[in-house]
């Protein structure tokens, strides 16, 4: 099983990202698949969710400024990212979830400038 991240990079505040995610090697249904994300000194939090069947959620800090999607025949997760601001600032991981395991993607950098 292989996440592959893709799509961060710096940007400057109130700009756009879109972040991807393809997952290889899954042997098992796909369940939940989300975005997390960890700022340097913080622990690792949760920044968006999305069931199966396309249920989202997402971390109160969102505000409504991002949007999960996922395309199931493909185990593609995406996260479009608008109005960025510097805290968002911080390494973006993939999770996806199966009925055995979960795993993890290699994080990808988002840098938002001031």
């Known amino acids: 099983v292989q996440l592959v991240e893709s799509g961060g990079g710096l940007v400057q505040a109130g700009g756009s990202l879109r972040l991807s995610c393809a997952a290889t090697?899954?042997?098992?249904?796909?369940?939940?698949m989300g975005w997390y994300r960890q700022a340097p000194g913080k622990q690792r939090e949760l920044v968006a969710g999305?069931?199966?069947?396309?249920?989202?959620n997402y971390a109160d800090f969102v505000n409504g400024r991002f949007t999960i999607s996922r395309e199931n025949r493909k185990n593609t997760l995406h996260l479009q990212m608008t109005s960025l601001k510097p805290d968002d600032t911080a390494v973006y991981y993939c999770?996806?979830?199966?009925?055995?395991?979960?795993?993890w993607g290699q994080g990808t950098q988002v840098t938002v400038s001031s």
């Open positions: 090697g899954m042997f098992f249904a796909v369940d939940n």
């Open positions: 999305i069931s199966s069947g396309g249920r989202e």
């Open positions: 999770n996806v979830v199966t009925r055995f395991a979960d795993y």
